[in-house]
């Protein structure tokens, strides 16, 4: 199993393009989860997934879209990027175990850089 | 105030040292207590868990948990330059019938040096 893979690793951006950012998972994972790591931020969750064609909000959800349509893909969308999106960006996937704590897997990340 | 709080540290200690990591939460429905321990440049794993209070051991790491201050540790014995990375603290609620995405802390920067 390849796990949980993200890409590109790398990305330059302009102020104001856009750019999908690909997470996939190979586990039969149902949820789904995308976060930014920032120096001294640690981790925030920006979108999560519990299952195909259902989505919600984290914690700082503001300027990047998400959609699930298959339970193996978990796209996350900058809409018009901005310098304040720089960041480390990880995708994690999980299976609920009935109430029990929720082991996240993460993917190796995605380096943005908006300039 | 964030839910869960963890300082980040730079925390450098002499190789052989015991370590504590710690962090502080408010929400009292939290039940489970991940570490996760995360390698420069990588994505963060699963080190260790535990339910709701007490102490669990895993080799050289141990988990401890204290419900009635709301602090949660995890101690590292006989540290090796090799445990150098960051360690962050997640917890979640108990759920009936699903699971909740945990909350993570800031985490903590370990360097053990030689």
């Known amino acids: 199993n390849a796990g949980v893979t993200q890409t590109p690793k790398f990305q330059v951006l302009k102020t104001g393009q856009s750019m999908t950012l690909q997470c996939a998972q190979d586990?039969?994972?149902?949820?789904m989860s995308w976060y930014r790591q920032d120096p001294g931020m640690g981790l925030r969750l920006i979108h999560y997934s519990v299952g195909a064609g259902i989505t919600d909000q984290g914690e700082v959800p503001n300027g990047y879209n998400v959609s699930r349509s298959t339970t193996e893909d978990f796209p996350l969308r900058l809409l018009s990027a901005a310098p304040s999106q720089t960041s480390v960006y990880f995708c994690?996937?999980?299976?609920?175990?009935?109430?029990?704590?929720?082991?996240?897997?993460f993917g190796p990340g995605t380096r943005l850089t908006v300039l | 105030q964030k839910e869960v709080e963890q300082d980040p540290g730079p925390l450098s200690v002499p190789e052989g040292a015991i370590v504590s990591l710690n962090c502080t939460y408010s929400n009292s429905a939290f039940q489970y207590f991940m570490w996760y321990r995360q390698y420069s440049r990588k994505g963060p794993e699963l080190l260790m868990y535990?339910?709701?209070?007490g102490n669990k051991e895993d080799g050289r790491f141990t988990a401890q948990v204290d419900k009635s201050s709301k602090y949660i540790s995890l101690f590292i014995r006989d540290s090796q330059p090799s445990d150098s990375a960051t360690y962050l603290c997640a917890m979640s609620p108990h759920a009936s019938g699903g699971s909740y995405i945990p909350t993570f802390g800031r985490g903590t920067s370990l360097i053990v040096h030689p």
């Open positions: 586990m039969n994972h149902e949820y």
């Open positions: 994690a996937s999980s299976r609920p175990s009935g109430g029990a704590y929720n082991e996240q897997f």
């Open positions: 535990t339910y709701s209070s």
